[in-house]
């Protein structure tokens, strides 16, 4: 008692030793909720951040593509078709550094080699960069009504990412094909979701014959090859159908031969749990089938299901983008990522003008992404692994 007296005499109360801190990180581990674990597993998985991030700008794009885009998509510049990207400049042809970016006028010289017009800076036209300027009128979400864009120029005009062959800016197309590919991804995965439970849930809790009957069907599904199919079914699409209707249409594809993984992994999952001392009791209770499976199933690996949908959310960008690409899935006017790469799909388009290729950045962007982040989750849902 004396030497426990002496100890607490030396100022270890105010200054916590070794001990006391780790008593204390002890006591703040195991008091945590399981969000909290899942959430300091997940930030120190770096990628799965830096992927959080990306999706975040991403979802800023979908928000405000109106806003942030420096033209309307539809807008035609006939003095600058198929123009290349123009460059931002902060320093002057004299040497001067300029703090606001310009990008300077451009005209077309004959080349006498090629007898074909080439875009060269006119150094004599410079036009800086304005933010919050006004341009072509839209409204922001279907309701506020303003020509208030992020960025732009007074005069001139500003292709960032170049334009296509009708003069249009990409960079604003690819803005407005971000908010498109990435709905469809998300419309699609919530199909995919309820059909992946349903069907996976009836097949993993009542089993017998009902999960004879659904594994054979999910076996005739994933026995065709994915491509052709898609293909096969997004060209029985009527020519005559509007833009809207298409859009549905691709989706509700994509989401029919996506749902067979998620429901194969419920099942397995609720044949491991059907059997559980809780579940029973449930039964005992008098649990109705659909409140066992909604209430008390699934809730127990809803993280693994999270999980599956983010690392399978790149296959709808890609199925989508593969199939407007080759002209079978979106048309205009609708503007997809796939609708902007289908310009690029020669090699004469590819060598003359490569810009037309950049919208694939963001496809590769978003993919690898949502591969991150599904990393993340995946390594958090567990958050007592060592």
Excluded: C
Aim: zero cysteines; aromatic letters at 12%; proline letters at 5%.
């Amino acid at each position: 008692m004396a030497d426990l007296g002496g100890l607490s005499g030396t100022g270890t109360a105010s200054q916590p030793g070794l001990r006391g801190l780790q008593t204390e990180k002890e006591l703040k581990y195991y008091t945590a909720t399981q969000a909290q674990l899942i959430w300091w597993r997940f930030k120190k998985h770096r990628l799965a951040l830096l992927g959080t991030s990306i999706l975040a700008i991403f979802l800023i794009i979908v928000l405000f593509a109106n806003f942030i885009s420096p033209m309307d998509p539809f807008t035609r510049n006939s003095n600058y078709i198929f123009g290349p990207p123009q460059k931002l400049h902060f320093i002057d042809e004299e040497g001067t550094f300029h703090l606001r970016p310009f990008v300077y006028g451009v005209t077309n010289e004959l080349d006498p080699e090629t007898f074909q017009f080439n875009t060269v800076e006119d150094t004599s036209q410079a036009y800086p960069v304005q933010f919050f300027i006004k341009g072509d009128p839209y409204k922001l979400w279907g309701i506020i009504r303003t020509d208030i864009h992020l960025f732009g120029v007074e005069d001139g005009f500003l292709h960032l990412l170049g334009t296509d062959k009708l003069g249009r800016d990409l960079l604003s197309r690819a803005f407005f094909a971000t908010r498109t590919s990435l709905t469809i991804g998300v419309i699609g995965m919530l199909f995919t979701f309820f059909l992946g439970l349903i069907i996976g849930g009836i097949s993993g809790f009542f089993g017998g014959r009902v999960d004879d009957i659904t594994q054979r069907l999910i076996e005739f599904t994933r026995s065709i090859p994915d491509l052709p199919l898609l293909m096969a079914l997004a060209a029985s699409l009527p020519k005559e159908w509007s833009p809207l209707r298409v859009y549905f249409s691709i989706t509700f594809i994509l989401a029919l031969l996506g749902w067979t993984n998620l429901a194969r992994r419920v099942r397995s999952k609720l044949l491991s749990l059907r059997e559980a001392d809780f579940i029973i009791a449930a039964k005992i209770a008098g649990s109705s089938d659909a409140r066992i499976i909604m209430r008390h199933m699934l809730p127990s690996f809803m993280s693994y299901i999270i999980v599956d949908l983010s690392i399978s959310f790149p296959y709808m960008i890609i199925a989508e983008t593969s199939l407007s690409f080759i002209g079978l899935g979106l048309r205009p006017p609708v503007i997809s990522w796939g609708v902007l790469l289908n310009e690029s799909q020669n090699i004469k388009a590819i060598s003359q003008h490569p810009w037309l290729f950049s919208p694939v950045v963001f496809v590769i962007l978003a993919v690898l992404a949502f591969n991150f982040v599904g990393d993340g989750i995946r390594d958090a849902a567990d958050p007592y692994a060592t």
